[in-house]
């Protein structure tokens, strides 16, 4: 544990101690949450035409409730002597290892799938892009025009999926907000895996569309979904992830193919993670099941993972990205993808496809990492070992101090709390790279035991 520890409280002593504030805390959200149920009380009018009686809750940021929330969070944290574990600084490219403050890291905090940023090559491609085009598209794409490196990528991951095309949008986040949010409408059903990411149900709050969850990787329970609601609805939409961002695991990609062909609904794929991990070549999920390009309606993907830029894609049949190109609100609406993170992108496809043994590198780590955990009593939870790992603590701060006490020991990794994850599975999270060493996994399997085995 870092930091002076002002009540005298054991590690234990604290957690339960946090595990109350959050649980108060909860409750009194609970609360209000049923009291806002209630009719609100008119409001009166002041004789000078004023509006009275408006409470500060409805005029002032700090009384927002998740904003309040996050306060007693941290204001708990800080009391208890737990340093926030987030937001900090790295001094250079963060690879398996990174610079903070000047002092040097194993990491396990960054995407950087397969050691692609801030590879020379990758570079010499961004700085050429800023030198042809400048830093910016400087508007979106169908105003101010294209630049050949965002059509050069566009093609080269359309060629990658066997797909018609694909169309890139400047963040990953916002493709799956804008996608699901401009193609899909009140009449639509939306059944998605009950662990998808946050963007994927903003696009389907978005949307408006009908939204229904399916237990996580269920696909019975999906397809028993489907029988009893798929007349009721016009078109139906189904998301599930090539890699599931907190549990590393991955969905039984056939089987999905072939219920959405049965009830005659499309299949989008999120590949944020998958993407340079599954497959012998780094092709993703489909390479990994041997599932054609075309199978799947949506490929989504993101830029900022094994691609070393910034931004997202969806690459599909013509009418779907042409429609998107034209019309989508956060294609249309926004800035087009930057040239320089275009290059980086473009560049890093073309080394993950050129060589392989990155990849292959990369999954031996990520089974190596997940057999050290096991062997020493760790709950990497349903991780097969693909470049995501959890290891499962139980509570928030539990988590928060465990990964104190690595940072401590020289190795960056992040703690995910609630509401990322259910509370009671707080865990770290680690991002495999294919240039971690055994050496370096062992030395963290090893600290992470210690730590726990010292905290029983
Ligand atoms: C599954 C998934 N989809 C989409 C995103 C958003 O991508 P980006 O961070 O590139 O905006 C993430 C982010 O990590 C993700 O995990």
Known sequence: ????????????????????????????????????RLPKKPVRKSLSGRNDGIPDEFCRFDK??????????????????????????????AGATTQIAGQEYINFASYNYLDLCGHPQVNQAAKDAIDRYGTSASASRMVSGERAIQQELE???????????????????????????YLFEKPDLILHDALVHNSILQGIQLS??????FAHNDWEALETLLEQHRKDFERVL????????????????????????????????????????????????????????????????????TLSGCGGYI??????????????????????????????????????????????????????FVGLCQQ?????????????IPAILGGSARAGMVANQMFDRGINVQPIFYPAVEEGMAR?????????????????????SEILAAKK
């Open 1 to 36: 544990m870092t930091g002076k520890n002002p009540f005298g409280l054991s590690d234990g002593m604290k957690e339960q101690l946090a595990a109350e504030l959050l649980a108060r805390h909860a409750r009194k959200k609970e609360k209000k949450k049923a009291n806002a």
């Open 64 to 93: 927002f409730p998740n904003y309040e929330e996050i306060r007693v969070i941290e204001s708990g944290g800080k009391q208890l002597g737990i340093k926030s574990p987030f937001f900090k600084t790295h001094d250079q490219s």
């Open 155 to 181: 093609r080269s991951l359309a060629d990658l999926y066997e797909v018609d095309d694909c169309v890139a949008f400047v963040s990953g986040h916002a493709t799956n907000v804008t996608t699901i949010g």
């Open 208 to 213: 408006g569309a009908r939204r229904m969850s």
């Open 238 to 305: 189904i998301v599930v992830e090539g890699i599931y961002s907190m549990d590393g695991d991955f969905p039984d990609l056939p089987e999905f193919v072939r219920i959405k062909r049965q009830h005659k609904a499309f299949l989008m794929v999120d590949e944020a993670h998958s993407l340079g991990v599954m497959g012998a070549t780094g092709k993703g999920i489909r390479e990994h099941f041997g599932v054609a390009g075309k199978d799947v309606d949506i490929w989504m993907g993101t830029m900022s993972k």
């Open 315 to 368: 690459a599909g049949e013509q009418a779907l990205v042409h429609h998107l190109r034209i019309s989508a609100p956060g294609f249309l609406y926004s800035v087009g993808m930057s040239p320089t993170l275009a290059a980086a992108a473009n560049e890093s496809l073309k080394l993950m496809l050129a060589e392989p043994e990155r990849v292959k590198q990369l999954q031996a780590n990520g089974k190596r």
């Open 376 to 388: 020493v009593g760790i709950d990497t939870g349903v991780a097969p070992g693909f470049a995501v």
């Open 428 to 448: 770290l999270r680690f991002f495999i790279s294919s240039a971690h060493t055994e050496e370096q996994l062992r030395y963290t399997v090893d600290a992470l």
